[in-house]
C-alpha cells in the first residue's frame, strides 16, 4: 500500500478545495473555462438526450421528489431532500459532491477536453441518489447544481473566486445539511490530482477524532474496496484525514487539522460538526489522462455510482 498522495515522498503537497486553493490561479481558470464550457454544450446535450448523463437542473434529480430542507442561507438547489422512490429500511444517505460554483476544484484533460471535479462529482452523486432511492434510501444532497451550497453575497469572491472565509462557510454550511438531514451516513466524493500525470488510483479518507471513529473507518474501508473492485485502479489505501497534510484557509484552519465535515468540534471553526459516520472517497485521478478519460464518460460515471451504492449496502449490513 502506497502513502496518501499529500504524503508523497519530496513532492509539494496540492491544495484541496476543502482546504483552500490559490485565488488568481483560479480565476485565470474560470476565465479559460469560459470558452470550453461554450465548444462544450453541443456534447453535453448530445449526451443528456442518450440517457446517460443523469438529469442535474435547479431542482436536481427527480425534480418532482425534491424538497430544499428548512435551512437558512442556503443557494437554490442546495441541501435537497430526495424521497425513496421504493420501500426501504427508512435510512437517510447525504452525498456531498465537491467543489461547484466559482470553484472547479481539480481540473483535467480528457481527449483535448477539460474535465472538472466540480463536474464530474454531481455528475456521480446524482447517479448515486437514483440508485440509492431506488434501494429505499432517502438522499440529501448538498447540490443539486453548479453552485456553491452557501448564499453568496457579492463580498465572498474576489477576481471570480471565493474568499476564504466563503469557502470555510460553504464547507460548514455543508455538514450543518446533513446534520439537518438526520443522515445515517455521509459520503464526500471529491477527484484527485497530482503534478506527475501517471499518478492514479483510489484513496478514501475519515476522521479517528470523533465517538464513532470505528464506524468512520468501516465505511472508508466499504468505499475503498468497492471501488478499487468495480474500476481495477491502485488501491492507494485508507487514510486518517489528519495525514492530509495539505495547504488549509487559514490559520485556523491549519490549528485544526482535519476535513471541516468530517472532523470534531472546534470553537470559532466548526461549531456543530457532523453528527454521523462520514468518509471521503477519491476514485480516480484527474491529472491523469487515462482515469480522466473514466471519471468524465457517462458510463465511468454511472461504474462509480454502482460501486458507491455497493460500498453502502455492505455498511448498513453491518457485514
Not at 15 to 42: F, H, K
Given at each position: 500500500?502506497?502513502?496518501?498522495?499529500?504524503?508523497?515522498?519530496?513532492?509539494?503537497?496540492?491544495?484541496?478545495?476543502?482546504?483552500?486553493?490559490?485565488?488568481?490561479?483560479?480565476?485565470?481558470?474560470?476565465?479559460?473555462?469560459?470558452?470550453?464550457?461554450?465548444?462544450?454544450?453541443?456534447?453535453?446535450?448530445?449526451?443528456?438526450?442518450?440517457?446517460?448523463?443523469?438529469?442535474?437542473?435547479?431542482?436536481?434529480?427527480?425534480?418532482?421528489?425534491?424538497?430544499?430542507?428548512?435551512?437558512?442561507?442556503?443557494?437554490?438547489?442546495?441541501?435537497?431532500?430526495?424521497?425513496?422512490?421504493?420501500?426501504?429500511?427508512?435510512?437517510?444517505?447525504?452525498?456531498?459532491?465537491?467543489?461547484?460554483?466559482?470553484?472547479?476544484?481539480?481540473?483535467?484533460?480528457?481527449?483535448?477536453?477539460?474535465?472538472?471535479?466540480?463536474?464530474?462529482?454531481?455528475?456521480?452523486?446524482?447517479?448515486?441518489?437514483?440508485?440509492?432511492?431506488?434501494?429505499?434510501?432517502?438522499?440529501?444532497?448538498?447540490?443539486?447544481?453548479?453552485?456553491?451550497?452557501?448564499?453568496?453575497?457579492?463580498?465572498?469572491?474576489?477576481?471570480?473566486?471565493?474568499?476564504?472565509?466563503?469557502?470555510?462557510?460553504?464547507?460548514?454550511?455543508?455538514?450543518?445539511?446533513?446534520?439537518?438531514?438526520?443522515?445515517?451516513?455521509?459520503?464526500?466524493?471529491?477527484?484527485?490530482?497530482?503534478?506527475?500525470?501517471?499518478?492514479?488510483?483510489?484513496?478514501?479518507?475519515?476522521?479517528?477524532?470523533?465517538?464513532?471513529?470505528?464506524?468512520?473507518?468501516?465505511?472508508?474501508?466499504?468505499?475503498?474496496?468497492?471501488?478499487?473492485?468495480?474500476?481495477?485502479?491502485?488501491?492507494?489505501?485508507?487514510?486518517?484525514?489528519?495525514?492530509?497534510?495539505?495547504?488549509?484557509?487559514?490559520?485556523?484552519?491549519?490549528?485544526?487539522?482535519?476535513?471541516i465535515e468530517l472532523g470534531p468540534a472546534?470553537?470559532?471553526?466548526?461549531?456543530?460538526?457532523?453528527?454521523?459516520?462520514?468518509?471521503?472517497?477519491?476514485?480516480?485521478?484527474?491529472?491523469?489522462?487515462?482515469?480522466?478519460?473514466?471519471?468524465?464518460?457517462?458510463?465511468?460515471?454511472?461504474?462509480?455510482?454502482?460501486?458507491?451504492?455497493?460500498?453502502?449496502?455492505k455498511y448498513f449490513s453491518g457485514a
Amino acid at each position: 500500500m502506497t502513502r496518501p498522495i499529500a504524503k508523497a515522498a519530496n513532492v509539494t503537497a496540492r491544495s484541496r478545495r476543502r482546504q483552500g486553493s490559490p485565488v488568481l490561479l483560479r480565476a485565470a481558470l474560470i476565465l479559460a473555462l469560459a470558452a470550453v464550457c461554450a465548444m462544450a454544450t453541443p456534447v453535453f446535450l448530445a449526451a443528456a438526450r442518450s440517457g446517460l448523463a443523469p438529469h442535474i437542473g435547479p431542482s436536481g434529480p427527480a425534480q418532482a421528489a425534491a424538497s430544499q430542507l428548512p435551512m437558512s442561507g442556503l443557494q437554490t438547489g442546495a441541501c435537497m431532500s430526495l424521497e425513496p422512490s421504493s420501500a426501504g429500511a427508512g435510512k437517510t444517505v447525504f452525498l456531498d459532491p465537491g467543489h461547484g460554483g466559482l470553484d472547479p476544484g481539480v481540473v483535467g484533460l480528457a481527449g483535448g477536453r477539460q474535465v472538472l471535479e466540480k463536474d464530474v462529482t454531481l455528475a456521480v452523486a446524482t447517479r448515486l441518489a437514483t440508485l440509492l432511492r431506488a434501494d429505499g434510501y432517502r438522499v440529501v444532497m448538498s447540490r443539486t447544481s453548479d453552485s456553491s451550497v452557501t448564499k453568496l453575497s457579492a463580498t465572498d469572491s474576489v477576481a471570480g473566486a471565493l474568499t476564504a472565509s466563503a469557502e470555510h462557510r460553504d464547507l460548514v454550511t455543508r455538514t450543518l445539511c446533513a446534520n439537518a438531514a438526520a443522515a445515517s451516513a455521509l459520503v464526500s466524493i471529491h477527484f484527485d490530482a497530482f503534478d506527475d500525470p501517471s499518478v492514479g488510483g483510489t484513496e478514501t479518507f475519515y476522521d479517528a477524532a470523533r465517538p464513532f471513529a470505528s464506524e468512520n473507518k468501516r465505511l472508508a474501508k466499504d468505499l475503498q474496496t468497492a471501488v478499487v473492485r468495480a474500476l481495477g485502479t491502485s488501491d492507494r489505501g485508507v487514510w486518517t484525514d489528519d495525514e492530509l497534510a495539505a495547504p488549509t484557509l487559514t490559520a485556523a484552519g491549519s490549528l485544526y487539522g482535519h476535513l471541516i465535515e468530517l472532523g470534531p468540534a472546534a470553537t470559532g471553526w466548526v461549531e456543530s460538526p457532523s453528527k454521523m459516520p462520514g468518509a471521503l472517497v477519491e476514485p480516480l485521478f484527474l491529472t491523469n489522462p487515462a482515469e480522466a478519460r473514466v471519471a468524465s464518460d457517462p458510463a465511468g460515471q454511472q461504474r462509480i455510482a454502482v460501486a458507491l451504492r455497493a460500498a453502502l449496502a455492505k455498511y448498513f449490513s453491518g457485514a
